[in-house]
């Protein structure tokens, strides 16, 4: 009786202990150890291996606001890290919700001394999936006509340094969906490519990071705690990773749980 | 000549693109650079699929004006939903037009910040509420294959959160191997077979075999 | 910290939270802000899109004279045809446009990109040795394995002809390969979801009540 009961919990009960099993470690946190991962590593080797005179990097903002959570954290994370190198680097938006968000993170270092259109640009948003990816990367240099400030593009000192894709030491994509590392990989077959992923999108990419038709990826909020790390600089992906943990670890049980509750129900019946 | 003229554009349009992957220099018989040509294309390409976008917002207007036009069930939802499409428009529009109006700037840049990008996580973050409860009543080990895929998935969640080396220091190489090495596997072989899939789709949409697209009728 | 005073930050939090009633049960606040957020989601996408026309259609065809952007305003006017019974046919033009733009463009790369390279990445060797000849017996053992999934795999995709005797053997590995490939995405899934609901608590317990 009781392990059909158990079957039967009400879904509400699931969700409470979802909320207290993620906000107890977010108030306060225990500070499990991350390890980081290869892929990490290659983001974080091939941005420090650059050459802030001659090297710039496009770090494409196509993520929605829905994935945001997962994929915005890396995108501030590696940011904040080519700034500290001092290499420049072009934000183009393959979805609409990208500009705004990369406003605010832009807007964070330029407070710290980033110089808008010499360090870094706001492209703004190109529509049409990936057409968009091949107009870009034909003509990186004149494919956005105005930025998301309303600046010529052309006039800006930062684009002087693209004339053609190539001129591009690494392109970056943070991703939620389309377009992403399937229509780069198809348009831009000699762009040194990396990704920044949705966790969701991750295995599904992972025979291209094999085939080295993508160098370097992140995972989800966890490569955004990696690069942190990487960075020495925890911030609030590393903070999160404790209610990942046990998160997981709620749902790992849930599971168990579950199957115990149905197979055990389901012998007694027969008996 | 209704469903010619789209069969001849789809060819044309195509054929000229995929072209200029494989050859440089000048369309046979002109002067035109076919480089350039296909450039032009892709660039009116991204023009149309910018005026499509406004097609499901005349529909969501359509039905929402007639919902309120009609006091429906709801209507003040209706009210909110085309408020609220209206002045994310126009503000959109006015900064666009105006990009120095320091306090316009703001005010869009707040209502982003403040309803569409926290609403938007919201409605996908209900989502994790979701998974653990099916993981808990609908993940069931009832067959052998159902018992391989969620052993993976259990060895996947507790070898990828950071937890899981603490538990077992295998686990995150369990979860590599499975990751990198299994998965790897089996997502190359669907890979594959999606592009030979996809790419037969597009040769039939290119040689007019496949029409689905027209719709029904004349 | 504390409890947030800033109204743009309570009408966040009054808002995700009406968002999250819907767990406990579907109410008029969270439709209500349901609504909101896709009249939201439309009008920022009409805009951005907007912008896109103005800036690569209508500004270089009035400041520039480049008549040539006529065709394809022309075609994008088109598809709002369908909202006229009689003329409705006539967006078919643009439909079939975009479609041989999608056709022309991705072909190549999926060949190129997603079937030759991936096909070439799966060539691998059976067994592994290292400089002096010895062999990796792990190493041999994952290549092996993927080079049999990846062909039982495109075995069981093989719809022309119902497998029989050892070829029904080979779906079967095919079968049990996507499986494990399915679960370690299914586990990507709750990683992801649980990445999505911290982002989300945050910014309520957070940002607005000043509890983190």
Sequence with gaps: MIWKKLQDIDRRIIYTLMIVFLLYPM?????????????????????????????????????????????????????KHLFELKIPFLVPSFVSDGPAQVERVLARLESLGLVYGVDAVNLGFITGGEAAVKAFVDNPRTVFIKDFRGNVVADLPIMQRVDKVTDLAYVLDFQTGNPGYADWIRQAPGVKYGAGLVTVSVPAAIPFVNSKQIVGMLKGLRGAAEYELLMERPALAVAKMDAQSLGHLLIVALIILGNTAHFVDKKLSKK | MRREIPLIITFVVGITLLSSYFFSGTIPGTTWVLAKVATDITGWGIIVTAFAAGLASVNLIRIHAEKIARKRQDWINSVALVVSLAVFFVVGVYVKHYPKNISMRTFSQNIFDNIYSPYGAAMFAILGFYVASASY?????????????????????????PIGVLLWNQFPIISGWLLNVVNSTGQRGINIGLAIGAFATAMRLLIGLDRGHLGSGE | MSISTNPWVWI?????????????????????????????????????????????????????????????????LLLYTRFFKRYAWLSRWATSFMIGIGVGISSFGMINAQLIRQASAAMMPFLVKDKLGVILWTRSANNTLMILGTLSVLVYFFFSYTPKGPVKEVTHFGRWVMMLTFGVAFGNVVMGRISLLLGAFERIFGTWLGLL
């Design chain 1, 27 to 79: 108030m306060f946190p225990i500070g499990i150890p991350i390890e980081i991962d290869a892929t990490t590593k290659d983001v974080f080797n091939t941005l420090k291996a650059l050459n802030p005179a001659t090297d710039t990097v496009v770090l494409a903002a196509s993520y929605s606001v829905g994935g945001a959570p997962d994929v915005g954290p890396q995108f501030d994370a590696v940011a």
């Design chain 2, 137 to 161: 009543r609908a993940f069931r080990a009832r067959s052998f294959e159902a018992s391989l895929l969620l052993g993976a998935a259990v060895l996947m969640m507790l070898g990828s959160a």
């Design chain 3, 12 to 76: 966040m939090g009054i808002g995700m939270v009406s968002l999250f009633s819907f767990i406990y049960k579907e109410n008029a606040a969270y439709r209500f802000f349901e609504h909101v957020f896709v009249g939201a989601a439309a009008g920022y996408f009409l805009q951005m899109n907007y912008v896109n026309i103005l800036d690569r259609a209508w500004i270089p065809l009035v400041a520039k004279g480049r008549y040539s952007l006529l065709i394809p305003i022309f075609l994008g």
